[in-house]
């Protein structure tokens, strides 16, 4: 069973920057994306930032539009922890943050992603 846990959410003051991780276990598929996730109270869920790989490689790396140049995601090696460095937050950043976990759609699509954790709280004042 996949299970994916997220941390590093807090509040922040704007301009600062924070790395959320998320913790995955139980993927045994060869080739398999995972995502973050933001959702703020009356929004959809958009897709913040992708990641996906092949036999253990990474393939393809993607950001939203709009936050492309303040945004990292990166994993150390295959078997590690998926991390989003995010810097000079803006108020409008404030959202719970998701890790997602699906079939290697490359897809910015949440319906794309079967497996989800629960998130983490990212608050910035202003």
């Known amino acids: 069973q996949v299970q994916l846990k997220e941390s590093g959410g807090r509040l922040v003051q704007a301009g600062g920057s924070l790395r959320l991780s998320c913790v995955v276990s139980?993927?045994?598929?060869?080739?398999?994306?995972m995502a973050w996730f933001r959702q703020s109270p009356g929004k959809e869920r958009e897709f913040v930032a992708g990641m996906a790989w092949y036999g253990g490689i990474p393939y393809w790396r993607d950001y939203v539009d709009s936050m492309k140049n303040r945004l990292t995601i990166s994993r150390d090696d295959i078997m590690g922890p998926l991390y989003l460095q995010m810097d000079y937050l803006e108020p409008e950043d404030t959202a719970v943050y998701y890790c997602?976990?699906?079939?290697?759609?490359?897809?910015?699509?949440?319906?794309?992603?079967?497996?989800w954790g629960q998130g983490t709280q990212v608050t910035v004042s202003s």
């Open positions: 997602a976990a699906g079939s290697g759609s490359d897809s910015h699509e949440a319906s794309a992603y079967i497996y």
């Open positions: 139980g993927i045994t598929d060869n080739k398999y994306s």
